[in-house]
């Protein structure tokens, strides 16, 4: 099994709201990823969990803050976003961060209004 | 300088043809992996096909292959016998195992289309 799912599908927020976009994998992968996607273009690269500790931040504005509880578990909180901030967000995982492939969930399409 | 590069922003293709995407890479890491995604508009990135750079054969994987020239830099996606569901854009990407560890490369992609 290859599937790594995210809740919501589709989240609606104002500037001032505060949310949670949920990432889960059963795959026993060590290395967790968020991703935003704008239309049409490739994914851009935002967090890199490895071993459940923070390896990569991309410069990503602090609206944004990763959390990963445990192993299976991946979580990006929102607060205070722009309505440039609207986009999709993939979830992906891998075995580890070397060479692997990485398996990505569905997506969640954001927007902020 | 782009690390990957898709020079076919579209395509179209007649079903039940074959269709070839082309991708480019430069890396100077020796231990590297292709991968090529599929992506359609309901917006999940689907894992098609993987090539190690280590791989002596071109991988396949049912009706999608990997043209892989090492020597060229090239990893170009085949498709055989197109279908209408495999509409979509198609990301190029590569992973560096040594360096730059956990990032994964993308091109800007193709979109395909297929025509009945």
């Known amino acids: 099994d290859t599937e790594v799912t995210q809740t919501p599908k589709h989240l609606v927020m104002g500037m001032t709201n505060k949310k949670s976009l949920k990432c889960e994998q059963h795959m026993g992968h060590r290395a967790m990823y968020w991703y935003k996607q704008k239309a049409k273009k490739p994914p851009e690269l935002m967090f890199v969990y490895s071993y459940e500790k923070l390896s990569i931040n991309e410069s990503v504005p602090s609206r944004f803050s990763p959390e990963c509880p445990n192993s299976s578990l991946l979580n990006l909180h929102l607060h205070a976003l722009q309505p440039e901030d609207s986009a999709l967000y993939l979830c992906a995982s891998s075995q580890y961060t070397g060479g692997e492939t990485q398996y990505f969930g569905p997506g969640t399409r954001l927007l902020v209004l | 300088a782009q690390k990957i590069t898709q020079t076919q922003p579209g395509m179209f293709v007649q079903e039940k043809e074959a269709v070839t995407l082309d991708c480019t890479y430069d890396t100077s890491d020796p231990s590297y992996g292709l991968f090529w995604y599929k992506q359609p508009s309901s917006g999940e990135m689907i894992f098609l096909i993987y090539?190690?750079?280590?791989?002596?054969q071109n991988a396949t994987e049912g009706r999608y292959s990997l043209n892989f020239q090492k020597a060229r830099k090239s990893a170009n996606l085949v498709i055989s016998a197109s279908q209408l569901g495999d509409s979509a854009m198609y990301f190029c990407a590569m992973r560096e195992g040594d360096t730059n560890a956990g990032k994964s490369t993308f091109g800007d992609g193709t979109t395909l289309t297929v025509k009945p």
């Open positions: 090539q190690g750079s280590y791989d002596q």
